[in-house]
């Protein structure tokens, strides 16, 4: 599996934790920037990713801001994606059980590194449920 990476300023340190993690897991990852805590805009790395997902480049994502809220509202622009800001183990779990997230979103100031692996672990260790999910997240996709 191919999961691409991205994130600003304020998500570059908590980026670098996940991105070691994705690599100690054995998955291949796709760094979309930024390389340091130099200011830069965050909708340039949510859009990038969103289009590395949508385009299959990768096959998920994980983006990073310093709150998580501008960055995920970025990649959720780009058709075909569903970004989940989590900040929590089961807000993970659920976003991948009820809708099928495929970038979740994370914040660098405000989610703890511990925290945020075992929130990365559970979403990708955690199965889309389908049923009368299906039509909601086909729902979202023709928007």
Known sequence: MIIAVASDHGGFALKDI????????????????????????????????????????ADIGIVVCGTGIGISIAANKVKGIRCGLCTSVEMAKLTKQHNNANILALGGRTTAPELAVEIVDAWLDTEFEGGRHERRTAMLDEM
């Open 18 to 57: 996940v991105k070691k993690h994705l690599l100690e897991r054995g998955f291949k990852v796709v760094d979309l920037g930024t390389d340091s805590e130099a200011s830069v805009d965050y909708p340039v790395y949510g859009k990038a990713c969103g289009e590395a997902v949508a385009s299959g480049k």
